[in-house]
Structures are given as structure tokens and as C-alpha cells.
């Protein structure tokens, strides 16, 4: 099979982990005689640097051509204390997901035995962990409008928009997920006082008669924040709205032992994108250390999302998991013997060459 990847690296240590993944991608397409072909494009500060857009017309394009896009981080402290900057580098991610319909975020949250003592929770609590949340990802406070300031500039304004549909395209796509797994479904929202959530709320209701199989609960966004890190083994599918699921998944990407580790697939109407859910990480940008296991993780959803490759998938999933328990890893997660990103790759290529 041909598989023609898109690959937006970004900013920061975006290049440093999605070069890391094509290494992984390529050694699984040799050894079951797949052919990867990669095409870069810019987005984010980069893309701002170089073509005055932080999502230009020529990387829409090529994704658009492509099969999937796996994509790297964006961000750059350049743009964080200068409120006024007409072009901000998150644009761009934003304007990707919005042009390619990329209404559902799916950010998977596993636990990892060899990774017990690197959480700051409890081993008891984290045993088991295995949850998906569902983050909507082209609606709400994101995208809505108006949003702005008044004349005077003394008032500012965002607002929350989402209409049935997308509450139900969604929400019909996390109850699939739910019964392929252990049929357990929350949705998350704000329901005693957002507008919006209430119709979440109406609409998920509604839906949940037609997913008998499907065991559905309602939790408002405060205590989902506490359960999640008092009991987070409760969860199966978790259904929530674009910042919600925003803030929800870093805070669950703790469970872990890393943010370095949570992969994510966004799908839509067009082409699929992947993507680990941490940022661009500035700090150690170009040094060697980041962690690239989302970025891997994200290119074996890939496998299985896009390209419909289960076996493909497995075989990064079993050599990142082969990996730690070798304790081949990077510094936020070995501490004094940790290895470089490179190595780390290196060390998973040589793991799938010899499978
Ligand atoms: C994420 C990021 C983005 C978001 C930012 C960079 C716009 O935090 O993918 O979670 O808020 O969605
Ligand atoms: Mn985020």
C-alpha cells in the first residue's frame, strides 16, 4: 500500500519528534512492504516566518492530497506576552481543523505499568487507567462569534456557539466508540449554567435511545476535573465540548507519568490528522531531549485510523511499550539515565526491524 503522509512539523520541538515518528513510520512500511511517501508543509510561527501565514494556502493543499497528516506542535513565546500580534501561530492549527472539518479530537489516556511511578497519583488509582476522551474539536468558545473587544477597548468577548448537528456528529461518533468498548459513556458539560451544554445535554439524551447498548452518564465539567484525579479507572468514553475537552485532557495526560506520551487523532470531514496533544515545549527545542512517544503513538493511530492497518499499529504500540520497559527513554520520564530523542527512535526502529 502507498501511503502519502502529510508532515507538518511546526514549532519548536515539533521537527525534532514527527522526524522521529517517519523513522517509525518508514521501518513499519518496509518490513510489511508498504511504501510511505512524505511531503512536508509550514504552519505556525514558522509558517508566519516564511510565508506570512501560519496556515498557508499551499500546506492546506497539501493536505488536502494527502492520505493523513501527522502533524508536530505549534507555539512560540515570541507571540505569548504580545497580546496585539496580528498573526498568532495557534491560527494556524486552528484554521487546519476548521478548513479540514476536523470535528472530532479523539485522545486516548492508557496507563502503563512500567510507568506507575513516574505519576504523581497514587499506583492504586492509575492501575488500569484506559480512557478515551472525545473532544470536539471545530465549535464552541473556539470559534464562535462575535469575539473581540469593544471600541474603547476595555471589554472583551468570546462566545460559546454550537448548533445540533455538530452536537450530533460527534456525539453519534463517541457512542460508536463507547460500544466498541466497554459501553460506558459520560458527557461532560456545564448544564446549570451554559446555555450550550444544556443542549449537549438534550441532544446526547436523545441519541442515547438509540445506543441501548450504551451505558450513558452526565457529570458537570467541575467534578469531572476531581474524578478524573480521584478515580480516574471510572471512565470509558468521555464526551465533552472543544475547551472543556482542552483542559480535561492535559490534566488527565498526568495519569500517564507524561504529557509526553498522549497521541491524538482528529477526524473529519477530509483528511485525518495526527497529532500529540503537547505543545511546542520552546525550552528544549532543538536539544535533543523532547520525548517523542506522542509523536510515535500519534503515527500508530494513523496506521490504524487512516489507513485501516490494525497490525501496523500494534507493532509501534508493542515496540513504545518494549521501549520503556527498557527503560530507552527520555529525560522527563528516566530521570539521570534518560536517552536522547533520537536514540529513543533509533532504539524503536531496531525494535520493528527485528520483529
Ligand atoms: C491542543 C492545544 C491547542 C488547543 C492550542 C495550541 C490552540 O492546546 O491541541 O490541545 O487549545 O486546542
Ligand atoms: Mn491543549
Redesign the pocket.
Known sequence: MKLNIAVLPGDGIGPEVTGQAEKVISAVCSKKGHEAVFRHGLIGAVAIDRASNPYPEETHRLCMDSDAVLFGA??DPRYDNDPGAGQRP?KG??SMRSRLGLFANLRPVKSIPALYDKSPLRRERIEGVDFVAVRELTGGI?FGRPQGRSEDGDTAYDTCVYSRDEIERISRLAFEIAGKRRGRLCMVDKANVLATSRLWREVVQQLSAEYPGVETEYMFVDNAAMQLIQWPGRFDVILTE?MFG?IL??EASVITGSLGMLPSASIGLYTSVF?P?H?SYPQVAGKDTANPLAAVLSAAMMFEHAFKLVEESGMIEEAVERSIEAGVVTEDMGGAESSRTSEVGDWLVDYINGL
Do not use: P, R, S
Request: hydrophobic fraction near 30%.
Open positions: 505549534i507555539g495557534e492549527l486552528l473556539y472543544n482542552d485532557t492535559d497529532e496533544i505543545g
